[in-house]
């Protein structure tokens, strides 16, 4: 056998052979461009017809850093290639070296509009694997959170979604309101985003009265800017003409793919966890699951905007059961012991706390030490849990070996799932309605790269 055929043979078993390297740590590849040679390097006797685009990774257009590789053939897509990876940190793997609260901290970095879902669906796995019951108040608390987290997301939505359509107006006034979302977060938690304010356990501290009363002017203030956003966007023959029969992807559709969340819903079916299979008692509130029958982009829009209509009567409900008592479990071993504390420099806990922590007991010391630094232990065992992101069902599968730290966490990310939905709704129409269509779907980068 000549070497030229067994180099061949060795080719075919493997594609990247030619430029796989042997080191002292095993074979190494180097692969390159391997998308674009496909397609530009296509021996299709058609391919002189065809035009090859490349289409991000920035805003505006692909809602995020997303690239798509489309193939044109005059005015027509007629393929489409989502590149993703560009936001990739490794979340997931990176907690398998932290602690169970630490958890927290690198979840809530996964879909960044929507940090209190991330975080509630992990703590809720946590929480299943221990065996433990929150307090009343804390899960009113989670419950006020993940309201104003979706409205503040769909908010994010409104703003480049009108401004990928052209309507940079929709952009200003829809940050306008999250803005106001954003200060009352600060005032709850000491931060606007990425808060890791829901532990396993409970909630990081409690909700000021300061913060209540900021929480009842929003709801004074948001549903006139509502009805503003419906009279700016609704009344646009322009947003019609470019939003109604576009990206058309209907319910079986949606099923086939795994879509859900507004997606789902504006193709006629009235699927919300929060409704479908309750948690955090949301079985307790009165709200409707808002629905469209379009299966478009319009109806996506409409979707959403009803949605935040919904969320400020849940919030409502909220505030009037909301009663004092306690927002962590009582049992040491796992709530958290230091409660924010901030010192007169604004930076690190105040000196009456740190005094308070350094004159107790030894023991007490120690424990506050171990726990921190440590973490607590969590039962051997797998579980699934999930809830209603704005996005759609966002689920958390959590293992524990039995020690401090998770043996593996894997997020069921909506956005990762509703994207490849993209070819679908978007193959045989227009380029510009690749665009209208792929914010639709409402893909945040971080939570499909994560």
Known sequence: MTEHSTSSRASAKDPFAATARDTTEGKVYTVTGGDWDTIVGSDDPLHHEKL???????????????????????????????????????????????????????????????????????????????????????????????????????????????????????????????????????????????????????????????????????????PQRLKQYENLMNGQPV????????????????????????????????????????????????????????????????VRWHECQESLKIIKQVLDRLEPGPVMVEDKKIAWPAQLAIGTDGMGNSLSHVAKIMGQSMEALIHHFKLVTEGFRVPAGQVYTSIESPRGEIGCHAVSDGGTRPYRVHLREPSFVNLQALPAISEGGLLADVVAGGASLDPVMGGVDR
């Open 52 to 222: 090859v685009i490349n289409m991000g990774p920035q805003h505006p257009s692909t809602h995020g850093v997303l690239r798509l590789v489309l193939e044109m053939e005059g005015e027509t897509v007629t393929d489409v290639r989502p590149v993703i990876g560009y936001l990739h940190t490794g979340i997931e793997k990176n907690m398998e070296y932290r602690t169970w609260t630490q958890g927290s901290t690198f979840v809530t970095r996964a879909d960044y509009l929507s940090p209190i879902a991330n975080e509630t669906v992990y703590c809720l796995a946590v929480e299943k694997l221990l065996g433990v019951e929150i307090t009343e108040r804390a899960r009113l608390i989670r419950v006020l959170m993940l309201e104003l987290n979706r409205i503040a997301s769909h908010l994010v939505w409104f703003a480049t979604t009108g401004m990928e359509l052209g309507a940079t107006t929709m952009m200003i006034i829809g940050f306008r309101e999250r803005e106001m979302i954003l200060e009352i977060f600060e005032l709850i938690t000491g931060l606007r985003m990425n808060m890791a304010y829901v532990r396993p356990g409970g909630v990081a501290q409690d909700v000021t009265q300061e913060a209540i009363d900021a929480i009842r002017e929003f709801l004074k203030v948001m």
């Open 239 to 302: 947003l019609h003409a470019r939003t109604k029969g576009v990206a058309y992807l209907d319910v079986s559709g949606c099923l086939a793919l795994g879509v859900t969340g507004p997606v789902l819903r504006s193709a006629g079916l009235p699927w919300d966890l929060r409704k479908t299979m309750p948690y955090l008692g949301y079985d307790e509130f009165d709200f409707e699951v808002p629905t469209e029958t379009t299966c478009d982009v319009y109806g996506r829009w409409m």
